[in-house]
């Protein structure tokens, strides 16, 4: 094994439990075991974890306990955007050595299924997807992780390496949403996934881009942003259909080509229908209830495509290109650092829309 002895501080945790508890632990792999490189399996890495992402589905798992079918049932570790550095490799891993920065792409695939083998490994009929019950996740000081789905990050913040989750996100939103030069674009959600995916058609030449959100306030942060955003706020009680058609006002009287929904709520998801012209798309990001209705009728007479995403498949590689170059600047979406030490306020900071938080980040000591 190839490893590094330097680490000192035992391996921590953050957990929830099915009664919705929140706490920091010890959890594997042990101090020992890291400091030895020992127990790594063929293909296998420990990351030293420096940077993680607060995601809402983090959020969600630890208030509610689930996710549609995917069920918080046991003591369970949260986190799945994270960066690091490599502490040890296996023999067998050739691509990586102790001391490369790394972002982790948190999937462990069968590489025999359909979807694996036609390049959409994303759909894999056997995933274990790192956060998803029942598959711990990322948010400890150290994880042993396949090394294939460590990417190298060569200078570039541990910051910027744990938004690149986000970010994949919203690139495969672009991609198979189709957005194009001059298309007039709607973003429906101004949370973090919204935001990236404004920034993402803003560098694409979508025009205009409207986004919309409940909150003033992010709607505010959208405008400085990308100050040529337009944007709507959702008022209470107003119907799908009148706010869509002051959806279609903000956009200069432009019916949009392509709703991008980031939210998954079933109000918001009939306004996006709404608001699209006769052969446009809607292209659902968010996640939302298990069973929802939609104004199919509207759907069906003006050929509008409702399309679905989940998660994402191939992006790394273009998202830190995108990064490196300055094309996205994800800097501006944190808003809120804190110690690992500090999970349980990070959590609660992420989860209180009073806080006017964007993008919370649990950070790890320079030093293991």
């Given at each position: ?6 680490m ?8 929830i ?9 010890e ?21 030293g ?5 607060i ?12 996710i549609g ?11 799945h955007e ?14 990586l ?14 590489n ?7 390049g ?6 056997k995933?274990?997807f ?9 948010l ?12 190298k ?6 910051e910027n ?6 970010l ?11 957005v ?7 973003i ?10 404004l ?8 025009e205009p ?5 409940i ?12 100050p ?6 959702v008022e209470?009680?107003?119907s ?12 200069g009287?432009i019916?949009?080509?392509?709703a991008?929904e ?10 996006a229908i709404?608001?699209?012209k006769?052969?446009?798309k ?9 069973e929802?209705?939609?104004p ?7 050929e509008?495509?409702l ?12 998202a830190i290109?995108?990064v490196e ?13 804190f110690d690992?030490?500090?999970a ?7 989860a209180?829309p009073?806080?006017?938080?964007i ?6 000591e320079?030093?293991?």
């Open positions: 094994m190839s490893t590094t002895t330097t000192s501080k035992v391996n921590v945790g953050v957990f439990n099915p009664a919705h508890d929140l706490w920091i632990a959890t594997e792999p042990s101090l020992k075991t890291v400091q030895s490189g020992e127990g790594l399996k063929d293909g296998e890495v420990t990351i974890i420096r940077s993680t992402g995601c809402g589905s983090d959020v969600h798992f630890w208030h509610a306990g689930r079918p995917m069920i918080v049932e046991d003591n369970h570790i949260l986190g994270s960066a690091g550095v490599i502490l040890a490799t296996h023999p067998s891993v050739t691509h050595k102790v001391g490369d920065r790394v972002a982790v792409e948190p999937n462990i695939i069968c025999a299924c359909d979807p694996c083998l036609t959409r490994y994303n759909g894999c009929e995933m274990r790192l956060s998803t019950p029942p598959v711990d996740g990322l400890r000081r150290y994880v042993n992780h396949l090394g294939v789905w460590c990417h990050i060569g200078d570039m913040s541990f390496g744990a938004m690149l989750e986000p994949s996100v919203a690139l495969a939103a672009m991609e198979r949403s189709g194009r030069l001059g298309d007039p674009v709607l429906c959600g101004a949370g973090p996934i919204g935001l990236i995916t920034l993402c058609c803003r560098a694409a030449g979508a881009i409207v986004i919309t959100d909150d003033e306030g992010r709607l505010k942060f959208a405008k400085e942003l990308i040529s955003v337009r944007t709507y706020k209470r009680g107003v799908a259909e009148d706010a869509a058609s002051d959806i279609v006002k903000t956009a009287g019916r949009l080509t392509i991008l980031c939210t998954g709520v079933e109000s918001s998801v009939a306004t709404w608001s699209v006769f052969g446009g809607v292209f659902i990001i968010g996640v939302g209830r298990p929802m209705s939609v199919f009728m509207r759907l069906s007479t003006q509008i495509d399309q679905y995403q989940y998660r994402y498949c191939n992006t790394w590689p273009r290109r995108l170059s300055g094309v996205i600047d994800l800097r501006k979406l944190v808003t809120h650092r690992i030490e500090e349980v306020k990070a959590f609660e900071t992420a209180d009073k806080t006017g938080a993008k919370v980040l649990i950070q790890s320079s030093e293991f």
